[in-house]
């Protein structure tokens, strides 16, 4: 029977190079006691007998150093063979001993065949090292994810890019078919409504969203209707009222068979706006006090703007008051704005005084009657006519005739001009304009002006023989003015207005005592109202009407009698009252404390 079959369970066979030489190194040390300096016979304590078939352990116990071999003397090493458990059984491990001439070391398979050395100790064998654990294979990179051809991306984008502009090339071509089908539109409305009733010129500037075929005045229509003048082009259309507006109002203006420059349906153009309310400004004076300009609305309320000792006279325009001032050494003139801030002062051509101040709203000037302070027969300028830029940067320019300063009898603005009509001290009437360089225009003999028309640029004017005309500023050429039914007499002031004229007539006794007075509101027609009435102990000092015509001021001085005057350069009762009507109706609307109404283009003359 083969002690193979009685050997114990095999262990694990080594599967690397570490593990074989552990294991040979262990066969090894063994084997060694058997030949050690003492022998085996002589130690007390023999080694247990193995069984047969049995292997010594490969790994001495712990805390006991390995058995060192000894050479025995005279011995030749001895060979012996182990073969692994399950191994081939070609393969043979050779052991030395000590004896061996190769230094000592670890044992590898050419041990075998080399010849004994010198009997040195052996070295202990190496504990057995663990064996390395495999190293785990890097995980594969994934691999870069190929480009996508550009070629659909390309063709996603133009189709994308030509899908958005035929959109808008048919959004934009039925905005065109909507538009030639509609006819033009208005796109935008420009007007200044508070402009519109302070002075005659002001403009309602439509735009359309296409240019536009010639219009034609005929188209146009204004509700409720007032004069104007047409101006378009391309796509902007132009409607200039020659008159202020009524204030409170709204107004509606209709362009009928509007079509494109191109052609296309017509359409009806349509755009409405309102006036404001209307305000005016009063002066009142104080005997005892300041005086005191006002601004109030028509219904009788109002606040003080400026205030000051000595207030001969003032104006105002759409946007600034000029206020003339009496003092000592001679007259102030000061600009400010409607709400008597921002005071700047004028200078004058000399000290001296000033009066009959008036304003061209339109030419942005500024006129009055000057007089020097001292003045003699031989010496000084007597009511010379000045005029001068209302910003004062520009210097005071008095008024020439033939190379010569001219003394003013009368004089007035023309209406939304530069222009001034005047009449000097030999009864000559002359027109200057200063936005030209055209020099006097000489317009014949005349005793007084009685005003001048809004938006007609026709006066009225009184010649030498008591005739009352109307004459055109522009041509020359008058006509007489005609007699009011019925028929009140000779009108001692005229006042014109857009659609009439105010007329201050005086009735007489018998024996040509004024019994009575009036102010007849005269149309166009020639129809007369009378407005206001007042008898022998009052008296009408001035009437005028607001811009548009719409309402009147007149100016009554009350029981005259007892009715001192003031003192100042331009002398009136102390005890003075504005009476507002509306002159549609002849309705009064309220009466006021104060003269002067910023409606009227000069002072009261009384």
Known sequence: MSTDDERPEAPAQPRTRAELRAAREAEAAAAAPSSNDDGAADRDDPPPATEPGAVAPAVPPTGENPPVARPNDGERPTRSTFVPPDADSSTTFAVHSSDDATPPGRFTTDDASRAPGTSKPAKAPKPAKAPKPAKEPKPA????????????RDRRFLLALGAVLGILVLVGAGLGAVSLTQGPRITDVQVNPSEAIETSGSRVILTANQSLAALDESQVTVEPAVPFTLDAAGRGIGIRFTVPLDDDTEYTVKIADAVG???????????????????????????????????????????????????????????????????????????????????????????????????????????????????????????????????????????????????IF?????????????????????????????????????????????????????????????????????????????????????????????????????????????????????????????????????????????????????????????????????????????????????????????????????
């Not at 706006?273 to 005191?292: H, N, Q, V, W």
């Not at 009439?500 to 007075?517: C, E, F, I, K």
């Open 410 to 606: 009368v004089w007035q603005f023309v209406p939304d001009s530069s222009a001034v009509l005047f009449i000097d001290f030999d009864g000559a009437l002359s027109l200057v304009d200063r936005s030209t360089d055209a020099g006097v225009q000489s317009l014949g003999l005349a005793t007084t002006i009685q005003g001048v028309s809004r938006g007609t640029y026709t006066a009225i004017v009184e010649r030498l023989d008591g005739t009352v005309v109307e004459l055109n500023l522009t041509d020359g050429t008058e006509v007489p003015l005609e007699a009011s039914d019925p028929d009140y007499g000779t009108a001692t002031t005229i006042t014109p207005f857009p659609g009439g004229t105010l007329r201050h007539v005086v009735a007489r006794d018998a024996n040509g005592v004024p019994s009575g007075q009036a102010v007849v509101r005269v149309d166009d027609d020639g129809k007369a109202t009378p407005l206001v009435e007042v008898d022998s102990t009052d008296s009408i000092l001035q009437a005028c009407a607001s811009p548009s015509g719409q309402y009147a001021a007149v100016v009554i001085a009350p029981d005259l009698a007892d009715n001192p005057y003031d003192q100042m350069l331009l002398p009136l009762p102390q005890q003075l009252e504005t009476h507002l009507l509306d002159l549609r109706t002849g309705d009064e609307i309220v009466p006021l404390t104060g003269f002067d109404a910023s409606w009227c283009q000069t002072a009261p003359q009384f």
């Open 261 to 407: 420059a191109g052609g296309g349906p017509t359409a009806t153009l349509t755009t409405s706006f309102s006036t404001p309310a209307s305000s005016l400004f009063l002066l009142r004076r104080d005997a005892e006090g300041e005086d005191s300009i006002f601004r109030t609305d028509l219904s009788g309320e109002g606040v003080a703007v400026f205030t000051a000792d000595k207030i001969n006279d003032f104006r105002a325009t759409s946007s600034q008051l000029v206020v003339s001032l009496e003092e000592d050494d001679g007259s102030k003139l000061l600009v400010m704005d409607r709400d008597g801030k921002n005071q700047r002062e004028l200078a004058l051509p000399g000290v001296g005084y000033v009066g009959a101040i008036q304003v061209s709203d339109r030419g942005g000037l500024v006129g009055y009657s000057y007089s020097d302070k001292k003045l003699s027969d031989t010496e000084g300028r007597a009511s010379v006519l000045v005029t001068q830029s209302l910003s004062g940067d520009d210097e005071p320019v008095v008024t020439e005739v033939g190379d010569k300063e001219a003394n």
């Open 141 to 152: 990179k994934a691999p870069k994810p190929e480009k996508a051809p550009t070629a659909p």
